[in-house]
């Protein structure tokens, strides 16, 4: 009512660069490539992304109009003719929430993947790593920075998008370990010396060990002749 639409601008911006673009979309390139295209991990992601879509069309509509108007025709599901004529979207709202894993929670491991990210990019400026798949990760962090990573599980991982993590009690980090910005996590990254899976690309052990498929990993062979691999979170 008050036309601040810079605003609207800077929150929705915001959005699609940092909790979108600098973090979920990111995270769940793997789940979209490399699991079953009918899968539940698949399937569940891109029902996630339909939601996200319904609200940003009409988020964007007062100042974007004829771009709202273009998205809104490609949409998927029954829709009136114009964007224009529908009010704010409640999905997001009506949604289960998980009570372990809100925004606070959520924040927490943004700040942890930031801190990662500068050191996997230190460690690409000083050629000890390629791309951020050829990395391991320990993250040493205070007793409340450990409980909430380990609801993660080994999901962690393809959070801040590395082949492998590991989560240690801070007072074990070795002297060689970084100190982040973050207050209570010192972390250690290590070039892998595992062979790379020629369809997801992470580095693991059991590379080579599956005879009809010796250039994959066992989870990528799962996702395709078996009933697919489980994910929670990420």
């Not at 289960?96 to 990210?117: C, E």
Request: charged share 25%; hydrophobic share 45%.
């Amino acid at each position: 009512e008050q036309y601040r639409f810079w605003n609207v601008y800077s929150k929705v911006h915001n959005f699609c660069v940092q909790e979108l673009g600098g973090f979920y979309l990111d995270i769940i390139k793997d789940r979209q490539y490399t699991t079953g295209a009918d899968s539940l991990p698949r399937r569940s992601c891109q029902t996630a992304l339909y939601h996200i879509a319904e609200a940003l069309v009409r988020w964007i509509a007062p100042i974007l109009a004829f771009t709202a108007e273009e998205i809104w025709q490609y949409l998927p599901g029954e829709r009136n003719e114009s964007v224009m004529l529908n009010t704010w979207y409640a999905g997001l709202a009506e949604l289960p929430k998980d009570a372990a894993l809100d925004r606070a929670f959520w924040d927490k491991v943004m700040a942890v993947k930031a801190a990662v990210n500068k050191e996997l990019e230190n460690q690409r400026a000083a050629k000890t790593i390629g791309g951020n798949l050829q990395a391991e990760v320990t993250l040493y962090a205070d007793d409340a920075l450990v409980a909430d990573l380990a609801k993660l599980g080994d999901e962690l991982r393809f959070v801040l998008i590395t082949s492998a993590v590991e989560v240690a009690p801070l007072a074990q980090a070795p002297a060689e370990a970084v100190e982040s910005e973050l207050v209570g996590l010192k972390l250690l990254v290590k070039k892998t010396g595992y062979a790379k899976c020629g369809r997801c690309w992470h580095h693991l052990p059991d590379v080579g060990t599956h005879a009809a498929h010796p250039e994959i990993c066992g989870r990528c062979v799962e996702n395709i002749e078996g009933a697919g691999e489980v994910r929670h979170h990420a």
